[in-house]
């Protein structure tokens, strides 16, 4: 790729609004919403019923469930729909929980979760459960080491997040469901961030539970799912109607699960291309970023990421401040995850990859999908430029450190 686009009037002039939030929620791609369309009207069926109105809802659901596993190479009958990855890993892990409690009360997870898993197992631990929070390495890569040296003779699950919401690293899977299951402990991965994104294979990858979400695939926010192998069979976490083979009560959102469907089905085609090119324009703009502006550090592994994330510490500065300076330049970005903003205690992640706290203060996640362009990258460099030159120009921490420097 060509990098020598420099500051055109093209770019000064762009309308001004940039999406690099894409790991918190993505746009709705206009085909996935045609496919629902009939489904929030003229189609209002319930597939529970016998007539002829809820056999066609019926049907088209069934093949929603068809692609979804043909994705990740499980069967129709193991995948579950529920109301989005929240939901799919409280019910994996709470379940598993409460139906081996005779067996053993030791959960194995790690400290770079997602609050849906880690809030989780921090309400069991409150409840009698213990829970080995297993370290990562200055990637965000878990320790295998640790994680083995974690398993017990009561240990019931292992959760592991396949790949980071907040610094993108991939964990190795494979190999933690291969310690998983000879041991014959359960195997849980929260896949949020990698359903659709990155190649998945449950059957090689000895996944025994995996949590998926239609909204980080340019799909409709209320709909997941949770891949259950079929010699799981969690018991149901919603209690109801006889839905989802009596595992998951609650009227089918036909809607949802069409537009699950469709855009899981639209990522499978097009995400090796995809990716190649998301993974050439992430690598662009956090090059730039490190090359044109000083004490910046990309977080996480370099090659071991999601093709969409670039999360860089710019030292001397805080992360709220540059949040809200980019976002009047129109640039939506994070700092976190999306949960924890607002909150001024800086991420796990960033603490378990070892950083500092006034180093984790200053952190940026931008997330890009295939609708970003290099133009728009080009703005966002020039505008972080200007911003952290600002911000720094304020910030008596980076004046001691370049006096310091003098001296
Ligand atoms: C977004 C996200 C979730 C939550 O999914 P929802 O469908 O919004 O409930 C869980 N885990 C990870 C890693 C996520 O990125």
């Known amino acids: 790729m060509k990098c020598d686009v420099k500051d055109t009037d ?3 002039q762009m309308p001004k609004t940039i999406y690099l939030d894409n790991a918190a929620t993505t746009i709705l791609k206009p085909e996935v919403l045609d496919a629902m369309m009939p489904y929030l009207t003229e189609k209002y069926g319930n597939p529970s019923s016998i007539h002829s109105f809820g056999a066609g809802c019926s049907a088209v659901c069934e093949s929603a469930r068809k692609t979804i596993a043909g994705l990740i190479n499980a069967k129709d009958n193991e995948i ?3 109301s989005g990855g929240s939901e799919s890993d409280n019910w994996a892990i709470k379940s598993v929980a409460y139906m081996k409690k005779d067996k053993g009360k030791h959960i194995i997870t790690s400290a770079v979760e997602h609050h849906a898993v880690l809030e989780t197992c921090e309400f069991l631990q409150r409840d009698g459960f213990e829970i080995s929070f297993v370290g990562v390495d200055d990637k965000g890569i878990i320790k295998i080491d640790e994680l083995k040296a974690a398993i017990r003779p009561d240990t ?17 899977i ?19 961030q990698a359903f659709g994104h990155v190649p998945i294979d449950v059957e090689k990858e000895n996944i025994d539970m995996m949590s998926a979400s239609a909204h980080k695939i ?9 891949y259950m192998k079929n010699n799981v069979k969690l018991t149901p976490m919603i209690h109801g109607g006889p839905h989802e083979r009596k595992r998951r009560a609650g009227t089918s959102n036909v809607p949802g699960i069409v537009g699950f469907g469709k855009a899981a089905e639209l990522s499978s085609i097009s995400m090796a291309k995809n990716n190649a090119k998301i993974t050439e324009k992430r690598n662009y703009l956090i090059d730039r970023i490190l090359s044109e502006i000083p004490y910046s550090r990309l977080n996480g592994d370099r090659d071991r990421r999601l093709p969409g994330n670039a999360n860089i510490s710019f030292r001397y500065i805080e992360g709220e401040s540059m949040l809200m300076m980019v976002d009047m330049k129109g640039i939506a970005a994070s700092t976190g995850s999306a949960c924890a903003s607002g909150s001024l205690d800086p991420s796990h992640v960033l603490l378990a990859i070892g950083l500092p706290h006034e180093i984790a203060h200053g952190s940026l996640r931008m997330t890009l999908s295939e609708f970003t362009t290099k133009e728009e990258l080009d703005y966002t460099v020039e505008a972080l430029k200007e911003v952290v030159s600002k911000l720094r120009a304020m910030s008596p921490l980076y004046e001691d450190a370049m006096k310091k420097k003098e001296e």
């Open 218 to 226: 340019h799909g409709p926010k209320g709909i997941g799912m949770l």
């Open 80 to 82: 579950y729909f529920t």
């Open 174 to 192: 494979k190999e933690i469901g291969e310690i998983a299951r000879s041991k014959g402990i359960l195997f849980h991965t929260d896949a949020v």
């Open 10 to 12: 093209a770019v000064k």
């Open 156 to 172: 019931i699950l292992i959760s592991v997040i396949y790949a980071n919401n907040e610094i993108g690293t991939i964990q190795p």
